[in-house]
């Protein structure tokens, strides 16, 4: 079907998507049209984009498709037992899209990439998550489909977090965790962010203002440097103390806090008790970890034995962020330190 079209270049063409939105110039009955250096959006008849915006040519658009239920339908040329072991799920960072891919579906990785980045809106690059690695929690990314490089602005809980997935660890799954906690931090409190990424516990604490100060570290500079510069073009900069420091470091010099979040969920463990001993008397430890579910239920006895004891510890129930595998979640785990022994 022919159509009025505003022509822009590719690396133009999310702003020009957004004029068209927001105008109301965007045909919503054709799809918009993509070439290797280009990108044709259908307009409106009566619409009148700027000389600036691109150009305005005629052209031939096919109609738009029933929206699928699933990326898994606009995958091309599966059959049916691989489109079985087509992941259900993936993350959605800014307009990055991160995916974990079985290995036996490596080849058909760019198919699967294209029917993402026209599965999601706004989608602008799609990456196979090979999981995170070493003490910084580097995450290993192959770019499927799509342009551009892997740092974006991510928006939740009314922040707008530049992160970039392959040099510091930032998760989306946690989203609700970052609010949960920070609705949780009372006027005037000292929060360690332990292991902290790019610091989207800190920043939403910071926002909220109730914290006299958070102090945010991990071991990687690249991470500590997204927190510095998210905390000063957000203004937190009087709220929040970011450091590149290893936890064993930081802790013997650190003093206590009110409230310490602790997110090493594979290797946390070996450091809870130290981190324990951060925590003031009537101070919050958050501790998040993996474990299989059948464990779920002691869990929180066998921390309380790890860090001291019930005499100086309460803990509340296990309570799970999202699954991790078929048999295991990714757990917060809330301990009290008591504000006498018992």
Partial sequence: MKSRAL???????????????????????????????????????????????????????????????????????????????????????????????????????????????????????????????????????????GQGAWATRHRENGLEIDVDPEVAYFSPRLAREHARVADLVRPGERVFDVCCGVGPFALTIARDGNAATVIGIDVNPAAIALLRSNAQRLGFTDRIRAEVADLTDFLPHAGTADRVIFNLPREGIKYLTSVSEAVGRGGTLHFYEVIDRSAAERRPGELIATVGGPETWSAEASRVVHPYSPSSDLVAQTLHRRTASA
């Fill in 7 to 145: 022509v822009v270049p590719r690396a133009h063409a999310e702003a020009a998507r957004s004029r068209l939105r927001e105008r109301g110039w965007l045909r919503p009955d054709l799809e918009v049209s993509r070439t290797e250096l280009t990108v044709s959006f259908p307009i409106v008849d009566a619409a009148n984009p700027l000389a600036a915006d691109g150009t305005i040519e005629v052209g031939e658009f096919r109609p738009t498709r029933v929206a699928p239920r699933s990326y898994r339908e606009g995958v091309r040329g599966l059959n049916a037992e691989e489109r079985s072991h087509l992941p259900r799920a993936f993350d959605v960072v800014g307009d990055v899209v991160l995916i974990r891919l079985p290995p036996d579906l490596a080849a058909r990785g760019p198919e699967v990439g294209e029917a993402l980045l026209q599965f999601v809106p706004g989608a602008r690059k799609v990456g196979w998550d090979q999981g995170v690695h070493g003490p910084e929690r580097l995450r290993k990314l192959v770019a499927l489909a």
